[in-house]
């Protein structure tokens, strides 16, 4: 079993940044792909961004690309989003997301096995 628990979101304003940390832990853990998906209301879950087990490779969606960088840090077993320049479409429940890869960054939520429970992220104009 492994456990993922996201934390760091809140409400902020539009242009604001806010940062989300995801905490990774289970028994024989190893480090594998690992990824952000968020849920706005009645709406269907969306790919944010991914991150390799190394941490050298990332995928990031059309939305967030040049405002969201992931990060991990893997002596810490946690990955990172950066979130900068926040607009109110960014407001969501995130979720982290684990995968059975690892010399790759999936996009595709059917790619992740493990789920955290989500942290909201509200902006406001």
């Known amino acids: 079993q492994v456990q993922l628990v996201e934390s760091g979101g809140g409400l902020v304003q539009a242009g604001e940044s806010l940062r989300l940390s995801c905490a990774a832990s289970?028994?024989?853990?190893?480090?594998?792909?690992m990824g952000w998906f968020r849920q706005a209301p009645g709406k269907e879950r969306e790919f944010v961004a991914s991150?390799?087990?190394?941490?050298?490779?990332?995928s990031y969606a059309d939305s967030v690309k040049g405002r969201f960088a992931i990060s991990r840090d893997n002596a810490q077993s946690t990955i990172d989003l950066q979130m900068s320049s926040l607009k109110p479409e960014d407001t969501a429940v995130y979720y982290c997301?684990?995968?059975?890869?690892?010399?790759?960054?999936?996009?595709?939520?059917?790619?992740?096995?493990?789920w955290g429970q989500g942290t909201q992220v509200t902006v406001s104009s």
């Open positions: 991150i390799d087990g190394n941490g050298g490779l990332t």
């Open positions: 997301a684990a995968s059975i890869n690892y010399a790759a960054a999936p996009v595709m939520g059917e790619e992740f096995l493990y």
């Open positions: 289970g028994r024989i853990f190893i480090n594998t792909a």
